[in-house]
């Protein structure tokens, strides 16, 4: 049985929550903390079930408070920012979160925005549909960007200042070689 750190997990848990209550308050258009709790869930939880599930089910259980219909590229796109995550475990810094925090919105802003125009009405599907799409959506980029590197930098330098300050709450990493 694998070793879990249950206060951690439950710091993560609530750290977790609350940045998804964030969505639910009043905010400018496309400034939520969902890619950050993506990149949040992928590089903290030690089981990647976890890593899918917890940030996966912020998105939904949010989605049907605000109820909007669940958009599949868009799970798709937050699973992907999980995936990112996990290339932070490895070393966790701020230059690293802040590079997977710009490119998790980069990912966003393009996969969803195919999406929209592969899947809606709203365009034709051609390649002026597709410019228009991507064009009319720039205004929305600005806020993406800055959410994501705002909400990372207080789900990751909030953690790791608990860790600093709680060193019970420090990931369990086992010696090289122990069994």
């Not at 949010?62 to 868009?74: R, Y």
């Not at 798709?76 to 997977?100: D, E, K, M, P, Y």
């Not at 490119?103 to 709203?122: E, P, Y």
Request: charge should be positive; aromatic fraction near 14%.
């Amino acid at each position: 049985m694998a070793f879990m750190n249950k206060p951690r997990f439950a710091v993560l848990i609530g750290m977790m929550l609350v940045a998804t209550a964030m969505r639910l308050i009043p905010h400018p258009p496309n400034f939520t903390p969902l890619t950050a709790i993506a990149l949040f869930g992928g590089a903290c939880f030690a089981d990647k079930r976890l890593a899918f599930l917890v940030p996966l089910m912020a998105l939904f259980l949010s989605d049907l408070l605000l109820k909007f219909t669940p958009m599949p590229i868009v799970y798709g796109s937050f699973a992907l920012t999980v995936c990112l995550g996990f290339w932070l475990r490895r070393q966790r810094n701020a230059s690293r979160v802040i590079v997977a925090s710009l490119v998790s919105a980069v990912m966003f802003f393009v996969l969803t925005n195919l999406g929209v125009w592969a899947f809606d009405a709203l365009y034709p599907k051609t390649m002026g549909g597709l410019v228009d799409c991507f064009v009319l959506a720039i205004p929305f980029f600005g806020n993406t960007l800055l959410s994501s590197l705002f909400y990372s930098a207080l789900l990751f330098g909030g953690l790791a200042l608990a860790e600093n300050r709680f060193t019970g709450l420090r990931e369990y990493r086992p010696l090289p070689g122990a069994a």
